[in-house]
């Protein structure tokens, strides 16, 4: 992350409260909607949004899970930034790294670009529109709710990651998940005090018991299928021993650790298509390269060995 103020760049991580050492996570500013009404503000059309993303990033990396799901490659173009998020923030640093619209050099430069007084967080996803040379979004929940539907009449795919039948219950899982796990383990890492971490650390250990509770009777965590839910929790859980367990302190017991977990990992991953959004090389540079705070020499491990492939026995491709 990092914070514009009167167009200048700041570089701070994250935010801590005044008195506890917690770390604290603000909201996207950039909350709007791209809608399958072609009388709408933002209609759903091939070639007119741009997704900006990190391989690096979770949230973002959940926008290319359902770009690449909902078949959307040849109609939303994407930009990737380099992996290290240093001094300014994300930039386009090397081929073919690089911000294809309007060769920028850094991220901030496409918010100055949508709202020339913007002051706040500049992250990843960004959902950009070509014909209003704005920013429709940067709140990855909205994007990947975009791309599950909006886009069907042009693509044709109807799978739906998100019915309605089911959405109570994958807005009560997404919650749950995203405050004990997703962000759990942002707030082990980015804790500056004892107290802080230890409060989150065993919140998120006891939400991964919880889910390899779930597991054992369950091959998703909501309903009879795949959904929303699954991803959004995949993306933290693909990073959990690479990044988490060492880098973020949250080391009580490693995702090899927890065999539903570790199956259901795996038969996500091995999802047709999902490989590829996994770039695990940008994943550890960024991590360990660029928070100077926890990992002031900017080593890199070389380990763990991880096979994604390896067999799951959670019944027939998801």
């Given at each position: 992350?990092?914070?514009?103020?009167?167009?200048?760049?700041?570089?701070?991580?994250?935010?801590?409260d005044s008195t506890g050492g917690k770390f604290e996570r603000s909201e996207a500013q950039f909350r709007r909607w791209v809608e399958a009404d072609p009388l709408a503000q933002f209609p759903a059309t091939s070639g007119r949004y741009h997704l900006y993303v990190s391989y690096a990033c979770p949230w973002a990396h959940r926008t290319l899970i359902f770009r690449k799901l909902?078949?959307?490659?040849?109609?939303?173009?994407?930009?990737?930034?380099?992996?290290?998020?240093?001094?300014?923030?994300?930039?386009?640093?090397?081929?073919?790294?690089?911000?294809?619209?309007?060769?920028?050099?850094?991220?901030?430069?496409?918010?100055?670009?949508?709202?020339?007084?913007?002051?706040?967080?500049?992250?990843?996803?960004?959902?950009?529109?070509?014909?209003?040379?704005?920013?429709?979004?940067?709140?990855?929940?909205?994007?990947?709710?975009?791309?599950?539907?909006?886009?069907?009449?042009?693509?044709?795919?109807?799978?739906?990651?998100?019915?309605?039948?089911?959405?109570?219950?994958?807005?009560?899982?997404?919650?749950?998940?995203?405050?004990?796990?997703?962000?759990?383990?942002?707030?082990?890492?980015?804790?500056?005090?004892?107290?802080?971490?230890?409060?989150?650390?065993?919140?998120?250990?006891?939400?991964?018991?919880?889910?390899?509770?779930?597991?054992?009777?369950?091959?998703?965590?909501?309903?009879?299928?795949?959904?929303?839910?699954?991803?959004?929790?995949?993306?933290?859980?693909?990073?959990?021993?690479?990044?988490?367990?060492?880098?973020?302190?949250?080391?009580?017991?490693?995702?090899?650790?927890?065999?539903?977990?570790?199956?259901?990992?795996?038969?996500?991953?091995?999802?047709?298509?999902?490989?590829?959004?996994?770039?695990?090389?940008?994943?550890?540079?960024?991590?360990?390269?660029?928070?100077?705070?926890?990992?002031?020499?900017?080593?890199?491990?070389?380990?763990?060995?991880?096979?994604?492939?390896?067999?799951?026995?959670?019944?027939?491709?998801?």
């Open positions: 992350m990092g914070l514009l103020v009167d167009g200048q760049w700041h570089d701070q991580w994250y935010d801590t909902k078949q959307l490659e040849e109609h939303i173009g994407v930009s990737v930034v380099h992996p290290l998020m240093l001094e300014n923030g994300w930039e386009f640093a090397q081929q073919p790294l690089h911000d294809a619209l309007f060769s920028s050099n850094f991220l901030y430069e496409l918010y100055l670009k949508a709202d020339a007084k913007y002051s706040g967080r500049v992250t990843v996803p960004v959902l950009w529109d070509r014909e209003t040379n704005t920013i429709v979004s940067n709140e990855s929940a909205d994007i990947i709710r975009m791309f599950n539907s909006v886009f069907n009449s042009i693509t044709g795919n109807m799978r739906d990651f998100c019915p309605a039948s089911l959405r109570a219950e994958i807005d009560a899982m997404n919650d749950f998940v995203y405050h004990a796990v997703n962000n759990g383990v942002y707030r082990c890492g980015f804790a500056t005090t004892q107290k802080a971490y230890e409060e989150t650390f065993h919140e998120l250990f006891a939400a991964l018991d919880k889910l390899e509770l779930h597991l054992t009777k369950h091959r998703f965590l909501v309903g009879e299928q795949l959904t929303e839910a699954d991803w959004r929790l995949f993306t933290t859980l693909v990073r959990f021993d690479a990044v988490y367990v060492g880098h973020f302190k949250a080391n009580l017991k490693r995702l090899v650790d927890y065999p539903n977990l570790w199956a259901y990992v795996r038969a996500l991953y091995q999802v047709p298509g999902i490989a590829e959004t996994v770039n695990m090389e940008h994943i550890k540079h960024h991590y360990y390269g660029s928070h100077d705070t926890i990992n002031p020499t900017g080593i890199v491990p070389v380990g763990p060995e991880l096979d994604f492939m390896k067999p799951h026995q959670r019944g027939e491709v998801l």
